[in-house]
C-alpha cells in the first residue's frame, strides 16, 4: 500500500490556467506538508498543516492555497499559473510529535 | 535551525562502505541530526536520525561527534540503488505551538555508486 500518494504525476498545462494536486496519505498522521522542487533541486517548503494550523512559507505567492477535506488528504490548489511555477511538487506528511516526514513520489508540472 | 556543510559530491565503489560527511558547527543541545535522501525521479526517504549516540538500523548507521559538531552517515555496503543525493538535516525535536515544523534542506551531497 501506498503511505503518501499525488495525483496526477505529470500535468502540463497553459499560463493563467488553474489546477490542482491531490495528496492523500494512509498512516494516520496528523500533519501534511507541500514542498516544492525547483529546476536546480532545490527543495523548499510551501505549508504545513494540521487540523489546528496552517503554516505558510511567506515567500509563496497567494495564488498557492492548500485545502484539507480531512486529516488524510491535503491538495494544493494553484490559480493563474505562471511559468515559473513549472517545478515537482512534493507532498509528505507526519505526526505533529515527530519529526520523521514521509514523502508522496512527487507531480511534475510544467506550464507553457 | 543550525545550518549543515556536505561535499557536493562522492562516489563509492559497489559493495564498500559508503561515508558521507556533514558539518553542523552552530548544532544546539536540543537539536537532532536528521539524514533524508532522494533517489532520482522520487520523493525524499527518511533514513535516520540522531541526538549525540550513534545509531544503527537496516538502512545505515550515524555515527555523530562528541562535540556534536560533525556526523557521518554510513552506508555499509553501497549498492547501485544507493545511489542518491543525501540530505543532513539539523532539527529541534521540540514542535513549538503544537505545530508540525518544517524540515529545510540544503543541496545535499549526490553519492555515486560505481559498479
Known amino acids: 500500500d501506498t503511505a503518501v500518494s499525488q495525483t496526477p504525476k505529470y500535468l502540463v498545462t497553459q499560463m493563467g490556467n488553474d489546477k490542482s494536486i491531490k495528496c492523500e496519505q494512509n498512516?494516520?498522521?496528523?500533519?501534511m506538508y507541500w514542498y516544492k522542487q525547483d529546476s536546480k533541486k532545490f527543495l523548499k517548503i510551501m505549508f504545513s498543516?494540521?487540523?489546528?494550523?496552517?503554516?505558510i512559507n511567506e515567500t509563496v505567492p497567494n495564488r498557492f492555497s492548500p485545502k484539507s477535506p480531512d486529516k488524510a488528504h491535503l491538495n494544493l490548489h494553484i490559480n493563474s499559473l505562471e511559468l515559473g511555477d513549472s517545478a515537482v511538487y512534493f507532498c509528505?506528511?507526519?505526526?505533529?510529535?515527530?519529526?520523521?516526514?514521509?514523502f508522496g513520489p512527487g507531480t511534475r508540472l510544467t506550464v507553457l | 535551525d543550525a545550518k549543515t556543510t556536505q561535499p557536493p559530491s562522492m562516489d563509492c565503489a559497489e559493495g564498500r562502505a559508503a561515508n558521507l560527511p556533514c558539518n553542523h558547527s552552530t548544532i544546539s543541545g536540543n537539536e537532532y541530526v536528521y539524514w533524508y535522501r532522494q533517489i532520482h525521479s522520487q520523493g525524499p526517504q527518511y533514513i535516520i536520525h540522531?541526538?549525540?549516540n550513534n545509531e544503527t538500523n537496516e538502512m545505515a548507521s550515524l555515527i555523530i561527534t562528541e562535540d556534536r559538531k560533525s556526523s557521518t552517515l554510513i552506508l555499509p555496503h553501497a549498492t547501485l540503488r544507493d545511489t542518491a543525493v543525501y540530505y543532513c538535516i539539523v532539527r529541534d525535536r521540540l514542535l513549538n505551538s503544537g505545530s508540525a515544523r518544517q524540515l529545510t534542506f540544503g543541496s545535499g551531497t549526490q553519492l555515486t555508486v560505481l559498479p
Open positions: 498543516y494540521n487540523n489546528k494550523e496552517l503554516i
Open positions: 509528505a506528511s507526519s505526526q505533529t510529535s515527530g519529526n520523521t516526514q514521509y
Open positions: 498512516l494516520g498522521h496528523d500533519t
Open positions: 540522531g541526538l549525540k
